[in-house]
């Protein structure tokens, strides 16, 4: 069973810093992709960051290039969200995501994954 858990969330100030962590179980996690997604207040859920596990490769929203860094410990079953020069506009509840499936164009679309997060909340506030 799939099972996908979030934590690192937390309150930050504008240009602060935060890790986020998604710990997965029930499946392995080289086979996989995974992504980052967020969903903020009365706004569509968006994909932040995907890595595909089964070769290295990642993909960023433009909003987020140059400040978040996904990665991936295969040993840990875990993979992270480094967030840097955090924004008000970062603020929304992130979610990771899970997918079996080798997709090798446009992999970090919500409808694509399987199995999610309970999310976590991050707020970017002074």
């Known amino acids: 069973q799939v099972q996908l858990v979030e934590s690192g969330g937390g309150l930050v100030q504008p240009g602060g810093s935060l890790r986020l962590s998604c710990a997965a179980s029930g499946f392995t996690l080289d086979h996989y992709i995974i992504g980052w997604f967020r969903q903020a207040p009365g706004k569509q859920r968006e994909g932040v960051s995907c890595?595909?596990?089964?070769?290295?490769?990642?993909v960023y929203a433009d909003s987020v290039k140059g400040r978040f860094t996904v990665s991936s410990d295969n040993a840990k079953d875990t993979v992270y969200l480094q967030m840097t020069s955090l924004k008000p506009e970062d603020t929304a509840v992130y979610y990771c995501a899970a997918t079996p499936r080798r997709i090798y164009s446009n992999y970090c679309l919500a409808y694509t994954y399987d199995d999610w997060g309970q999310g976590t909340q991050v707020t970017v506030a002074s």
């Open positions: 890595i595909r596990n089964f070769d290295g490769d990642t």
